[in-house]
């Protein structure tokens, strides 16, 4: 048997000596071990990330004859006839700033205005496979819009 002598502070050997004579732990090593579990479990309770819902907003107004929808996590309008162009425009100016946004990502990420966005663009780009497929990102606005809440992407 291979015995490991280690020099502990003297206020870490009387706790441990306190816990075995308190009758929870039989030894040393059970003392150690369940320490050891305890750092572990805390450990991965920090280490634990629980994702947050990302919601993005489409606000449409009408104004002189024309539909208007504003997107105001990404900062992104536009005008059209009807308010499918409009979403459909919306959802395009989303996939594409979400394109230019991970292709000069450090330029955003560092940019005071646009750094908080990265969120929304990650959601955004988990939508879409490329560009030009803005589906997935339209419905998710047309389905916000007749429930009147908010979208999670």
């Given amino acids: 048997m291979l015995s490991l002598q280690v020099r502990l502070p003297p206020e870490a050997s009387r706790g441990i000596a306190r816990l075995i004579a308190s009758g929870r732990y039989k030894s040393v090593d ?3 071990t369940a320490a050891t579990r305890q750092l572990v479990a805390v450990e991965e309770k920090e280490a634990t990330i629980e994702p947050v819902p990302v919601r993005l907003t489409a606000q449409i107004e009408w ?9 105001p996590e ?3 309008a536009t005008a059209r006839d009807t308010e ?6 919306l959802a395009e100016m989303a996939v594409e700033y979400a394109e ?7 330029f955003y990420a560092k940019s005071p205005n646009r750094a908080e966005h990265l969120p929304f663009i990650l ?5 879409t496979t490329d560009v030009y497929d803005v589906e997935g990102v ?13 979208m999670t992407l």
């Fill in 138 to 150: 339209r419905e998710e606005f047309v389905r916000i819009l007749r429930g009147k809440t908010k």
């Fill in 84 to 89: 499918g162009e409009a979403l459909t425009d």
């Fill in 100 to 106: 230019d946004y991970l292709e000069d990502l450090a």
């Fill in 74 to 76: 990404l900062d992104l």
């Fill in 30 to 32: 059970e003392v150690l």
């Fill in 63 to 71: 104004s002189d004859g024309q539909c208007c929808a504003y997107c």
């Fill in 123 to 127: 959601a955004v780009a988990e939508c």
